[in-house]
């Protein structure tokens, strides 16, 4: 998408090493449409107004492929970039792929999964929930957790301290569901 940028920003007459500087800035596709990488007072109006209509062209570029879910290998999909403004820069193009080194996914076992999980008892006057807290590892950058939280209800009611309780797989399921999604 870097080159697709370079070359909206090229028609819209975006200053070249302000372009420059905003594309090697972009951490993913998105940032390439955001005006907050853009350093907004330091442009002169001609430079914030190439800047916002290159944004304009931008936000409404696509990148499509077709099919996107139930993959194999040797299955083909059609990728499509098209540039969805009144007054586009580029007709749209695609290209064919035939879908390659896709592998079987791991497996992973309830034990690797429950050793994400951590959790504490909240509550007052019998009342209580379980703070459920899921510790996912970034993919991206290694050293870096996050972690989503919730509280899951507890079925039993009047608890004490030193009770025992139970919590549903599936209300630890809907959480993880819920709360950790890929970045």
């Given at each position: 998408?870097?080159?697709?940028?370079?070359?909206?920003?090229?028609?819209?007459?975006?200053?070249?090493?302000?372009?420059?500087?905003?594309?090697?800035?972009?951490?993913t596709a998105s940032d390439l449409a955001s005006e907050?990488?853009?350093?907004?007072g330091n442009?002169?109006?001609?430079?914030?107004?190439?800047?916002?209509?290159?944004?304009?062209?931008?936000?409404?570029?696509t990148l499509d492929i077709n099919p996107s879910t139930n993959l194999?290998?040797?299955?083909?999909?059609?990728?499509?970039?098209?540039?969805?403004?009144?007054?586009?820069?580029?007709k749209p193009a695609s290209k064919d792929f035939k879908v390659s080194g896709l592998k079987t996914p791991k497996k992973i076992s309830m034990k690797s999964v429950l050793n994400t999980l951590s959790y504490k008892p909240v509550g007052i006057s019998g009342q209580g929930n379980v703070v459920i807290t899921v510790k996912v590892a970034n993919e991206k950058?290694?050293?870096?957790?996050?972690?989503?939280?919730?509280?899951?209800p507890v079925r039993e009611s009047k608890l004490s301290n030193g009770d025992e309780i139970s919590v549903a797989e599936e209300d630890v399921f809907n959480l993880i569901k819920k709360e950790v999604s890929p970045i």
């Open positions: 998408m870097k080159r697709v940028a370079e070359k909206e920003g090229k028609s819209a007459k975006v200053d070249a090493d302000l372009l420059k500087a905003y594309i090697d800035k972009a951490e907050t990488n853009f350093e907004q442009l002169t109006n001609e430079q914030a107004l190439r800047a916002q209509e290159y944004l304009d062209h931008m936000y409404k570029t194999s290998n040797g299955k083909k999909v059609q990728v499509v970039l098209k540039d969805n403004s009144e007054k586009p820069y580029f950058r290694t050293n870096v957790t996050r972690a989503a939280s919730a509280a899951v």
